[in-house]
């Protein structure tokens, strides 16, 4: 009995690591738009165009907030959490220097280069750690 529980327990963290890897797949594939297999500064710069409502060239925690609510309401304390791991610098918006800093977390080889192992390892973390902030998990 004690053993099928443990089993149970060990099959449900297995499951939710493979549904984070996924999660963090997905999401890289969409960041990757020219599909080489890494990510590049452009191409995290693009991945935040869409959170920039006045086209400022920054991410002001109200855009931000307001796309989650507006297409996943259901990840509003998500979104609140990762607007802190975005907004490196804490000014309250998320521009150049910003993605540079995501962009070297990112980095954990230090290479220049995110690969897909090493965005999807990070980003699988990531969701791992707020799992008790989104239904996945
Ligand atoms: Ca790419
Ligand atoms: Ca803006
Ligand atoms: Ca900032």
């Known amino acids: 009995m004690k053993l099928l529980v443990i089993l149970v327990l060990w099959m449900t963290e297995v499951y939710c690591v493979s549904d984070f890897t996924q999660m963090a797949t997905e999401l890289f594939t969409t960041t990757d738009l020219n599909g080489d297999l890494e990510v590049s500064r452009t191409e995290i710069e ?5 959170y920039d409502e006045n086209g400022d060239g ?14 996943t309401p259901d990840l509003h304390d998500l979104g609140r959490e990762l607007y802190i791991d975005y907004d490196s610098n804490q000014d309250h918006h998320i521009d150049l220097a910003d993605f540079e800093a995501y962009f070297n977390k990112l980095d954990t080889s230090g290479d220049g280069r995110v690969t897909k192992d ?5 980003w699988s973390k990531l969701m791992a750690a707020t799992a008790h902030l989104h239904p996945v998990g």
């Open 46 to 50: 693009s991945s935040f165009t869409k």
């Open 118 to 122: 090493e965005f999807v390892n990070y």
């Open 58 to 71: 920054r991410v002001s925690r109200v855009e931000f907030m307001d796309f989650v609510d507006r297409y």
